[in-house]
C-alpha cells in the first residue's frame, strides 16, 4: 500500500512537473511579452509588442511588421539576463523530466530502488532550480516594465505587462510545486523504510531480551529442583527414620515392659 501511495505521488509530481515546463518552454518565444499601454489614448492607431527576441508593432488594420533585435551585445542588460534565465530554465526541465522517468518507481529502468530514488531526488532539484530560473526572469522583466511605466519622468512609450509573463509564473509555480512533491515523496519513502529499519532492530532487542531472561530463569529454576530434590530427599530419611525408631520401641517394649520410656527421648533432627 506505502508503495502504491509513493507511485501516485510520483505521477502527480511528474504530471505537475511537465506541464510546468510545457508552459515555461512556450513563454520563451511567446510575442506578448509586453504590450504598448492605452492608458489616456482616445484612439489606438498602432499597437507596439515585444519579447526577447524581436520588436513588433500592429496597426489598425491587423497588419504586424517586426525587427528583430540587430545585436546580442547592444541589449539591455535585463534582456540578456533574461533570455539565459530562460534558456537555463527550459535545459533545466528538459533533464529533470528525463531523470523523472528513469526514477520514477513505476518505470522498469533505472537500477536498484536506492539508485532510482537518487534519480527522482535530482530530477526534482532540477525541476525547482527550473522553475526558480523563470520566475526570476519574468519578475525581472515585469520589474522593468512596472518601473518605466510609474516613473513620471519617463516620456517614451510605456508598456504593461503582456501574457508571456503570467503563463512563465504559471509554469514556473507548478516545476517548483512538482519538485517538492518529489523530494517529499521520496522522504516520506526514506521515512518508511528507516521506520521498517527500527521496527526491525526493536523486534530483534526484545527477542535478545527475553532470550537473555530465559537464560537467567534457567540457572535459579535449576537450583530450585535440585533444593526441592535434596529436600525430598531429606523427609524420606526422617521418615524412615522414624518408622525404624518406631518399630525399634515397640520391640524394646516388648522385650522390657516396664523400660518403655527409654526411647522416649529418641529422635531425629
Not at 547592444?74 to 529533470?96: N, S
Request: glycine share 10%; hydrophobic share 45%; net charge positive.
Amino acid at each position: 500500500m506505502g508503495r502504491m501511495g509513493n507511485m501516485a505521488t510520483e505521477i502527480v509530481a511528474f504530471l505537475l512537473t511537465v506541464s510546468g515546463w510545457i508552459l515555461v518552454s512556450s513563454t520563451l518565444p511567446t510575442d506578448y511579452w509586453k504590450v504598448s499601454s492605452v492608458d489616456g489614448t482616445v484612439i489606438t492607431t498602432a499597437t507596439f509588442w515585444s519579447n526577447l527576441w524581436k520588436t513588433c508593432v500592429t496597426d489598425s488594420t491587423g497588419v504586424s511588421n517586426c525587427k528583430d533585435f540587430p545585436s546580442m551585445l547592444a541589449l539591455d542588460a535585463y534582456i540578456q539576463v533574461c533570455r539565459g534565465l530562460m534558456i537555463a530554465a527550459v535545459c533545466l526541465g528538459f533533464f529533470g523530466a528525463i531523470l523523472a522517468l528513469v526514477g520514477m518507481k513505476c518505470t522498469k529502468i533505472g537500477g536498484s530502488e536506492t539508485a532510482k530514488a537518487r534519480l527522482t531526488v535530482l530530477s526534482g532539484f532540477h525541476f525547482i532550480l527550473s522553475g526558480l530560473c523563470c520566475m526570476t526572469a519574468c519578475s525581472i522583466y515585469a520589474h522593468r516594465i512596472t518601473t518605466d511605466f510609474f516613473d513620471p519622468l519617463f516620456v517614451a512609450q510605456k508598456f504593461e505587462l503582456g501574457a508571456a509573463l503570467f503563463i512563465g509564473w504559471a509554469g514556473s509555480v507548478l516545476c517548483i510545486l512538482g519538485g517538492l512533491v518529489f523530494c517529499l515523496s521520496l522522504s516520506e519513502s526514506f521515512g518508511g523504510r528507516q521506520g521498517g529499519i527500527l521496527l526491525q532492530r526493536r523486534r530483534v532487542v526484545r527477542d535478545r531480551a527475553q532470550q537473555t531472561e530465559q537464560e537467567r530463569q534457567r540457572p535459579a529454576e535449576g537450583t530450585r529442583r535440585a533444593a526441592e530434590t535434596v529436600w525430598t530427599k531429606r523427609l524420606r530419611v526422617k521418615l524412615d527414620c522414624e518408622k525404624f525408631l518406631l518399630r525399634s520401641n515397640e520391640l524394646i517394649f516388648l522385650i522390657f515392659p516396664g523400660n518403655g520410656h527409654l526411647c522416649d527421648s529418641l529422635h531425629v533432627d
